[in-house]
């Protein structure tokens, strides 16, 4: 496991919190954050890719 497929984790985790905060104070684009945070993590962790070009695979689709 490389160091992109941990922050992968990372990002995952911190994705997870800020939906769970979002639910917490109905914060819609909180929870929207936090969605986008752990797909990229999601995504960076399979694939062992840095973060920002997880991001920029995703803004291209």
């Given at each position: 496991?490389?160091?992109?497929?941990?922050?992968?984790?990372?990002?995952?985790?911190?994705?997870?919190?800020?939906?769970?905060?979002?639910?917490?104070?109905?914060?819609?684009?909180?929870?929207?954050?936090?969605?986008?945070?752990?797909?990229?993590?999601?995504?960076?962790?399979?694939?062992?890719?840095?973060?920002?070009?997880?991001?920029?695979?995703?803004?291209s689709?």
């Amino acid at each position: 496991m490389n160091s992109d497929q941990l922050k992968g984790k990372w990002n995952q985790i911190k994705g997870n919190v800020k939906q769970k905060y979002g639910i917490e104070m109905n914060d819609e684009e909180a929870y929207s954050e936090g969605k986008y945070d752990e797909i990229v993590g999601k995504i960076q962790e399979k694939t062992g890719k840095a973060k920002e070009d997880v991001k920029k695979e995703i803004d291209s689709w």
